[in-house]
């Protein structure tokens, strides 16, 4: 068990308006590499916002400031023992390019999640998961996917304090 650190805000990387469900995440991320998977033993996110601003839980958790490790999900490598991760459907344009794609009901659904996750846990480092990039944090990881260097596709630090969290 961990002690919760950082929540993490990830978009899927799939196009604008192109919804995502928790089954469609959980094949990706469960299912063997053969079968076109990351073969995990379990989600990357605890909570998947979609584009209706409904968000649906895809790990449960205890909503305490510790990571059990049932609560664990794969988001970030080296970073899952002490993180929360979370993700938006979107993040691409039609070509596949990073784009802040978050429908107004996504944005107004994930600015109350932070708010009040904030409220509850003032201490924890809200970030993108391009934050954890390697290149900053100096995990032993070489080079970050051009992917990883892009997620969420919007920059949560100005996005935190336009919502009037500094961290």
Not at 25 to 34: D, G, L, Q
Not at 80 to 88: L, P
Not at 134 to 140: L, M, V
């Amino acid at each position: 068990m961990g002690k919760l650190k950082y929540l993490v805000i990830h978009c899927t990387a799939t196009p604008e308006g192109r919804e995502v469900t928790a089954a469609d995440i959980k094949r990706w991320h469960t299912s063997p590499v053969s079968a076109g998977g990351r073969g995990w033993n379990q989600v990357g996110y605890t909570d998947l916002f979609k584009l209706d601003g409904t968000v649906e839980r895809l790990v449960n958790n205890n909503e305490d400031a510790n990571v059990d490790p049932w609560e664990i999900t794969n988001g970030a490598k080296g970073y899952n023992s002490v993180s929360r991760h979370i993700v938006y459907a979107g993040g691409t344009d039609k070509n596949g390019k990073a784009k802040d794609t978050r429908t107004e009901a996504q944005e107004k659904a994930l600015r109350e999640y932070v708010i009040d996750f904030h409220r509850r846990f003032p201490d924890v480092k809200i970030l993108g998961h391009r934050d954890l990039s390697p290149d900053k944090n100096g995990n032993g990881i070489i080079e970050p996917s051009e992917w990883i260097k892009a997620c969420p596709s919007f920059e949560v630090s100005e996005w935190l304090k336009g919502i009037g969290i500094r961290q």
